[in-house]
């Protein structure tokens, strides 16, 4: 059984920092290609961050030069290091992977397996 377990979410003042952790088990980690979606109340979830299984990375624009995604493979975990962090980051972040390179890795309907999300509160 393929599990995502996210961690680290919590409340930060804008400017902060947090780590957010998604644990994998029950696949082979390094076949797969990982991604952070965000959802706000009332918007349609948008892709964050993206790494692929080859170690290739993408993010979106408005995580560019703020986000960091990274992954320990001896602990199966994939990582996303937010800094300075604006009020309209708030959001639930969810972890996904799938085996499969999606075509657009920003669609979250590319991805077989999801992390039930931790909330991320920035207060301005």
């Known amino acids: 059984e393929v599990q995502l377990v996210e961690s680290g979410g919590g409340s930060v003042q804008a400017g902060g920092s947090l780590r957010l952790s998604c644990k994998a088990s029950?696949?082979?980690?390094?076949?797969?290609?990982m991604a952070w979606f965000r959802q706000a109340p009332g918007n349609e979830r948008e892709g964050v961050a993206y790494?692929?299984?080859?170690?290739?990375?993408t993010y979106a624009d408005s995580a560019k030069g703020r986000f960091t995604i990274s992954q320990d493979n001896a602990k199966n975990t994939v990582y996303l290091q937010m800094n300075t962090l604006k009020a309209e980051d708030t959001a639930v972040f969810s972890c996904?992977?799938?085996?499969?390179?999606?075509?657009?890795?920003?669609?979250?309907?590319?991805?077989?397996?999801w992390g039930q999300g931790t909330q991320v509160t920035v207060s301005s």
């Open positions: 996904a992977a799938d085996l499969n390179t999606p075509a657009n890795w920003y669609s979250s309907y590319l991805y077989n397996y």
């Open positions: 029950g696949i082979y980690w390094f076949e797969y290609c």
């Open positions: 790494l692929e299984s080859s170690g290739r990375t």
